[in-house]
């Protein structure tokens, strides 16, 4: 299904001409056009036109909580060895611990899942103020000159930081070539804290919906582990303690679901 572009807001910033699909908020196409004139035009499509289901390719809004998930091309594997699980998980820290408190995550063969919450604006400004100017993005940049319009443009070039280094990475490794994961990766809006922690539960319970175990502690790459463990980690437990009430109800109330998500997911990934 195609929509019909209504009208065009147009932004001029240094050699970055911005065209806004006014339709649809999150949606943006960037021209780069090149000091020496307009004979060539190199175009990134951060836009397309053809229309997806809003439920999972939500905007990307400070403070708010998201259950992002994304798949190979062809269900090709995205680990070929635990030292990719483990690499991924270093890469993720890397570019997305500024912007996003994690919650949750799972590794699967040839997808993964992640429930975060987003900074606020004000802390990722600080961030990027540390910075030096020269070194910043232009996704970065642009969100520092406005916050509100390029909140999400920012965070979405910030993930596809993160699969672009990762894929390079595998390729090199693997001498592969090609894209790795699917570019429209998908990320629903966790509205409330009820839908937060059936998010929880199903993120975790993943690897048994797949049949890959037949219960969740079986499966590794999971961080459900690191519920259970009084190691240091970058997942903000007490949060997550908070809600389920306590370090056995998570405990117990995994368990009690987790076959409920297995015959009756209620959701629709990969």
Known sequence: MYFKVLSLCVHLKKDIIILQAV?????????????FGFVFLKIHLYFSFMSVNEKYHAVFKPGECYHVYNCTNNGEKLFRSNENYYFFLKKYGHYMQPFAETFAYNLLPNHFHTVCRLRSAETIQQYLACIKQENLLKAELAFLENTELYFDNLIESQFHRFFTSYSMSFNKM?????????????????????????????????????KIVKQLEGYPFTSYHS????????????????????????????????????????????
């Open 23 to 35: 339709k649809s908020e999150r949606h943006h196409l960037f021209v780069k056009v090149p000091s």
């Open 174 to 210: 693997y001498s592969r070539k090609g894209n790795l994961f699917h570019r429209a990766f998908k990320r629903v809006h966790i509205a409330d804290e009820k839908q937060l922690f059936h998010t929880v539960i199903y993120v975790h319970a993943n690897a048994v919906k797949h």
């Open 227 to 270: 519920y259970l463990s009084d190691a240091a980690s970058l997942l903000s437990r007490e949060e997550i303690f908070n809600l389920f009430g306590g370090k056995e109800a998570f405990v117990r109330m995994h368990k009690e679901q987790t076959d409920y998500y297995y015959k009756d997911p209620g959701f629709d990934d990969e």
